[in-house]
């Protein structure tokens, strides 16, 4: 499957942005979804978790309450929905595809990812 992010932009903080993924060789329904950033100088780090038929996610426990993730499967998408953005959410996010779901959490545990898309949070 192949994966292209966009919707990234800059935003002053407290503000919003919708990220989107398309989708596109696969089955999108077969797979799980997940978003992950990677900040300059720091790891990439999971983000938000979306199963294939939408009915489970999972957030890292600094987005939760403020990050929505959701997926619409007729349209080969999968978003995330950003809110009340800070400066510490300013990062490289990309989006990625799992046949999996042990590992949602880890980088390791996707094998197809799309290139990136940057958000930045002025403060």
């Known amino acids: 499957v192949q994966l292209q992010a966009y919707g990234g932009g800059l935003v002053q903080a407290g503000g919003s942005l919708k990220l989107s993924c398309a989708a596109s060789?696969?089955?999108?329904?077969?797979?799980?979804m997940g978003w992950f950033r990677q900040a300059p100088g720091k790891e990439r780090e999971f983000v938000a978790y979306?199963?294939?038929?939408?009915?489970?996610?999972q957030y890292v426990d600094s987005v939760k309450g403020r990050f929505t993730i959701s997926r619409d499967n007729a349209k080969n998408t999968v978003y995330l929905q950003m809110n009340s953005l800070k400066p510490d959410d300013t990062a490289v996010y990309y989006c990625?595809?799992?046949?999996?779901?042990?590992?949602?959490?880890?980088?390791?545990?996707?094998?197809?990812w799309g290139q990136g898309t940057l958000v930045t949070v002025s403060s």
């Open positions: 979306i199963n294939w038929s939408g009915g489970t996610t």
């Open positions: 060789g696969r089955r999108f329904s077969d797979y799980n």
């Open positions: 990625a595809a799992t046949r999996g779901f042990l590992r949602w959490s880890s980088s390791s545990g996707y094998g197809y």
